[in-house]
């Protein structure tokens, strides 16, 4: 996709929603860490149910960590791998408490260092808590960015390498929200809606369906 194409792209995108946002429901960066792992291979939506019961008991490392991982499991067993993820989130919830005195840290290698935190998570927690101009690339990213030109690639990590590359700097703190948006409700694995596609034309996409 040509650079001007690219600006085009990015700007259709924050006309149609300025000021986008994760789905997920949460009201401190602790909060937001715990929904993303928890998020893994489930949806934003079942990840909110489970902690809509489960923050008003534990909102904060310490509140969780004493929960254990028994406790943690009654809230979340509706959530798939809720077994891994008790044993990640209680890990993480010591980690918090033991070498950041209960907050989250603002820097990759911190994150990756928690357990269930992997390079994704990492950036979704520095992006969208933090404001940092990170791009996360889950499977809608991923499939959007090769099935549209914007950033093709045959790995998740490539992808977002020229996602970052390609992205203008103005639109590289809200790139994230627009594109998995785009890639969860239009640009659908299956059925893309290219009929309510704002960068239809814009898009290198052989099969569209209009």
Not at 55 to 77: C, F
Not at 180 to 199: E, F, M, S, T
Request: aromatic content about 6%; overall charge positive; proline content about 6%.
């Amino acid at each position: 996709m040509k650079k001007a194409d690219i600006e085009l792209f990015y700007s259709r995108l924050r006309d149609a929603n300025p000021a986008p946002t994760t789905e997920l429901q949460y009201a401190t960066p602790f909060q937001l860490l715990i929904a993303v792992i928890l998020s893994a291979q489930a949806t934003d939506v079942g990840v909110n149910k489970a902690t809509a019961r489960l923050y008003p008991i534990a909102p904060t490392p310490s509140a969780m960590l004493a929960l254990g991982e028994v406790g943690l499991t009654d809230y979340i067993k509706t959530i798939g791998l809720y077994r891994t993820k008790a044993k990640n989130v209680i890990a993480t919830c010591r980690m918090l408490l033991e070498l950041h005195d209960g907050e989250v840290p603002d820097d990759r290698a911190s994150l990756e260092a928690l357990p269930g935190v992997g390079r994704k998570t990492a950036n979704v927690v520095l992006n969208t808590a933090f404001g940092q101009p990170t791009i996360a690339v889950d499977t809608h990213i991923f499939r959007l960015g090769n099935r549209t030109g914007l950033a093709p690639g045959k790995t998740v990590e490539d992808v977002e390498k020229k996602l970052i590359k390609v992205t203008p700097d103005e639109f590289k703190k809200d790139a994230h929200h627009w594109l998995i948006l785009h890639g969860r409700y239009v640009c659908k694995a299956r059925k893309p809606d290219c009929g309510h596609c704002v960068v239809l034309d814009l898009c290198a996409f052989k099969n569209k369906s209009v």
